[in-house]
């Protein structure tokens, strides 16, 4: 790829959003990534040190509308329209539906559904400048498979699926695509609270007998970016070793 891409990334300082990131930085070495952190920075910082020219941190709140419109004015002043977003940014707070808080379900509404939305507004009008752009959304195994404990994650995860089948569907004749992927379970980024036990069945009852490798997850979304996926939209790709 030689045209340069301005690449913002959500949850930047995670696991899966670092690896996401490397593979941008790694694989298209045109692009610039903006790397959405909120509180911790840590290996978001190391990896802007390793590319001091192509990678650098973005605070971003991705529940605030404001700061999303800041994000996506401070990527156009420094080299254009928003090129490729990736919303990975989320997070869990489980608890069994009759004794789960409103606070529990609004927190992770908002996290995890309303953020994306917030994201997919400020971005598609960047793109809309700049003539193409690729809005990739991460969701999560739970949005296709719910499990017991989980109904505020699981029912955002979902809506995430629905928003991107419908923004799609808007901005299918303006060079715009919008897909999702749905991970299972990640190494290195096991479930809060889980005990050795716990994660051994889960390994046991994936048909790999493994989880997937951050940078394995990274690739799917490297190439849904790419410009040779240009004819998918509206599509969600369960990774997740045939778990479901």
Known sequence: MSAERRILITGANGVLGGA??????ERDP????????RGKRDKAEELAREYPERAQLLSLEVTSAEDWQAAVAAVETAGGPLSVLVNNAGGHDDALLATMRREQWNSVLDTNLNAVFLGCQAAVG?????????IINV???SALHSPAGQANYAAAKAGVLGLT???????????????AVCPGHIEGAPPAGWT????????RQTPMRRFARPEEIAAVVFFLASPEASYMTGSTLKLDGALV
């Not at 045109?30 to 952190?37: I, T």
């Not at 960047?126 to 690729?134: A, H, I």
């Not at 089948?165 to 060079?175: D, F, N």
């Open 20 to 25: 996401i990131a490397r593979q941008f930085l």
């Open 139 to 141: 969701a999560s195994l």
């Open 126 to 134: 960047s793109m809309l400048r700049g003539r193409w752009g690729r």
């Open 165 to 179: 089948q419908s923004l799609a569907k808007e901005t299918a004749r303006l060079g715009i695509t919008v897909n």
């Open 30 to 37: 045109a692009c610039r990534v903006w790397l959405g952190v």
């Open 196 to 203: 050795d036990e716990q994660l051994q069945a889960a390994r």
